[in-house]
């Protein structure tokens, strides 16, 4: 099956901890994203990473960061997480440029207590 | 300021019916312009592009583009109870790393 795969589907933590998200794409793309999605369903990106290079960092606190293993792999570590940090963390990727279509997966739904 | 702007906020039509949703960019930059769709619990789906000033026709949905005025439009004729979802309006600029800009997105309702 070729998508966008997430774990977990879910994670509850305590404020202070520290979390992982991984997120595989078997589609053959080159271009992978992270994106936040609020309570209000802002849809915003975080980092994106062509071939395992960052391209994109957007203006995110400096306890996120994102660790791409290979093109098809972009995790998202989030240190000492804040209450604000609860939301749904969207995996996405893409051939290289705007003109392509951006493939989501499921999403994360973090919540921090 | 939100740089991608769509109205309405939410809209209810009956199966069947036409459901327009609009959207309006601020920035001139701006040269790609998506729609994606979201049912509740996944990830938001790519419905179609419009790169080009006009219509663009697929199947029951047409999106329509006019570049003087940043503005593009969605028409989904025959609604159906299956298009309730969450529908965003997205922005890239040409030529760069397809970094997209959403809108805030409009909520449709198809009441059978």
């Known amino acids: 099956e070729t998508a966008v795969f997430q774990t977990p589907n879910y994670h509850v933590t305590q404020v202070g901890n520290e979390v992982s998200f991984n997120c595989k794409q078997t589609?053959?793309?080159?271009?992978m994203y992270w994106y936040k999605q609020d309570s209000k369903k802002l849809l915003k990106i975080m980092f994106s990473?062509?071939?395992?290079?960052?391209?994109v960092n957007e203006t995110v606190p400096r306890r996120f960061s994102p660790q791409s293993s290979d093109k098809a792999h972009l995790n998202l570590r989030i240190k000492s997480v804040e209450p604000e940090d609860s939301a749904v963390y969207l995996c996405?990727?893409?051939?290289?440029?705007?003109?392509?279509?951006?493939?989501f997966g499921p999403g994360t739904r973090l919540t921090v207590l | 300021q939100q740089k991608v702007q769509q109205s309405p906020e939410s809209l209810s039509v009956p199966e069947g019916g036409m459901a327009s949703l609009n959207c309006t960019s601020s920035?001139?930059?701006?040269?790609y312009f998506w729609w994606y769709r979201q049912h509740s619990g996944e990830g938001p789906k790519a419905l179609m592009s419009i790169f080009s000033d006009g219509d663009k026709k697929e199947g029951r949905f047409t999106a329509h583009l006019n570049k003087a005025s940043l503005h593009v439009s969605l028409h989904i004729r025959d609604s159906q109870p299956s298009d309730s979802a969450l529908y965003f309006c997205?922005?890239?600029?040409?030529?760069?790393?397809?970094?997209?800009?959403f809108g805030l997105g409009t909520t449709l309702q198809v009441q059978p």
């Open positions: 997205a922005a890239s600029v040409t030529g760069n790393t397809g970094k997209l800009i």
């Open positions: 996405a990727s893409s051939y290289w440029g705007g003109v392509y279509e951006q493939y």
């Open positions: 920035d001139r930059n701006f040269q």
């Open positions: 589609l053959g793309h080159d271009t």
């Open positions: 990473y062509n071939n395992k290079q960052l391209i």
